[in-house]
């Protein structure tokens, strides 16, 4: 299986800005169906952006205005640009891929920002 690798997470303060990177080697993006997760400990996992085969870009409500989902695909590369960090912003980063009918996700980064 393919697994892609995410990576850039940190203990940040409140009000600082990350950029997460996913690796998805062996993956051609295309139009594939792609997102970004997170999940807090003891709290359900959330979307927090996904880019559509139709090419649009969707964000949880908790996030718009602040994180900005983009990908290089010469790179095969997701990334995930995230400022104004809040502590409520703290969990594991999860990278998802659709690819020949499967999802590929990642291991996950811990972001964490203190208040």
């Known amino acids: 299986q393919v697994q892609p690798v995410e990576s850039g997470g940190c203990l940040v303060q409140a009000g600082w800005s990350l950029r997460l990177s996913c690796v998805a080697s062996?993956?051609?993006?295309?139009?594939?169906?792609m997102g970004w997760y997170r999940q807090a400990p003891g709290k359900h996992r959330e979307m927090v952006a996904v880019?559509?085969?139709?090419?649009?870009?969707n964000y949880a409500d908790s996030v718009k205005g602040r994180f900005t989902f983009s990908r290089d695909n010469a790179k095969k590369t997701l990334y995930l640009q995230m400022n104004s960090l809040k502590p409520e912003d703290t969990g594991a980063y999860y990278c998802?891929?659709?690819?020949?009918?499967?999802?590929?996700w990642g291991q996950g980064t811990q972001v964490t920002v203190s208040s």
């Open positions: 998802r891929i659709r690819y020949n009918y499967s999802d590929y």
């Open positions: 062996g993956i051609i993006f295309g139009l594939n169906d």
């Open positions: 880019i559509t085969r139709a090419g649009t870009t």
